[in-house]
C-alpha cells in the first residue's frame, strides 16, 4: 500500500475538526479526495489481483478515484441538513442564509447552484471511473460497489426537485435489491 494515500486520507479528515472548511471549491474537491476517494483506492489496492496487468491495476486505481469521489459528494450532499443543523455548511461561499434555510428545508439559489456544481463535477467523474472499472481486474470490483448508489443520487441532486435531505429517501427493499442485483450480475 502506498504511504502517501495515508497521508492524504489523514489530512483529509483533520479538515473535519476546521470550521471554515473548506474554503473554496479547489479544497472541497481535495476534501472529498481524501476522505472517500483514497479509501476505495487504498481497498482496491488490498483487493487487486498482483498477476494483473499494470494497465488493468491502473484502471482498477483510476476507477476507485472517479466512483469514490462521486460517492463522496452524493453522502455529502445527503447529510448537508444534519451538517447545517450542527452549524456546518460544507460548500464553499455558503452563508447563514443557506445554512438557516437548508434547517428549515428551503433552498436559495446560490445553494441550489452549489449543489448543481458538486454534483455535475461528480457526476463527470463517476462516469469516468464505471469506464475504468469495465477494464479493471474483477477482484476490486466488492471495493468499487461501495460506491453504488452514487449515480442514482447525484442525477437526483442535479435534477434540482430535491431537497438534499430527502436524495437518499428510497425504500429498503429498493436499496438491497439494487446492491443485490449488481452483486449477481458482477456489475459495479
Known amino acids: 500500500l502506498e504511504a502517501h494515500r495515508f497521508e492524504t486520507l489523514i ?4 479538515c473535519d475538526r476546521e470550521p471554515g472548511h473548506p474554503t473554496d471549491v479547489a479544497a472541497l474537491h481535495a476534501y472529498l479526495e481524501g476522505s472517500a476517494a483514497t479509501p476505495m ?7 487487486g489481483d498482483a498477476q494483473a496487468p499494470p494497465a488493468a491495476r491502473d484502471a482498477g486505481l483510476t476507477a476507485a478515484q472517479g466512483i469514490g469521489f462521486a460517492s463522496g459528494a452524493a453522502n455529502l450532499l445527503r447529510a448537508l441538513p444534519v451538517l447545517a443543523a450542527r452549524g456546518v455548511l460544507p460548500l464553499p461561499d455558503m452563508g447563514r442564509s443557506d445554512r438557516a434555510a437548508l434547517q428549515e428545508g428551503r433552498t436559495t439559489t446560490a445553494l441550489a447552484a452549489a449543489i448543481a456544481a458538486l454534483g455535475a463535477e461528480a457526476q463527470a467523474r463517476h462516469r469516468a471511473g464505471l469506464t475504468a472499472a469495465r477494464t479493471a481486474p474483477r477482484a476490486v470490483y466488492p471495493a468499487l460497489r461501495a460506491g453504488w448508489r452514487a449515480g442514482w443520487l447525484l442525477r437526483r441532486a442535479c435534477r434540482g426537485g430535491d431537497m438534499p435531505g430527502n436524495l437518499g429517501s428510497e425504500s429498503e427493499f429498493r436499496r438491497r435489491a439494487g446492491l443485490a442485483m449488481r452483486a449477481l450480475t458482477g456489475r459495479v
Open 11 to 14: 489530512a483529509a479528515r483533520r
Open 41 to 47: 483506492a487504498l481497498a482496491v489496492q488490498v483487493l
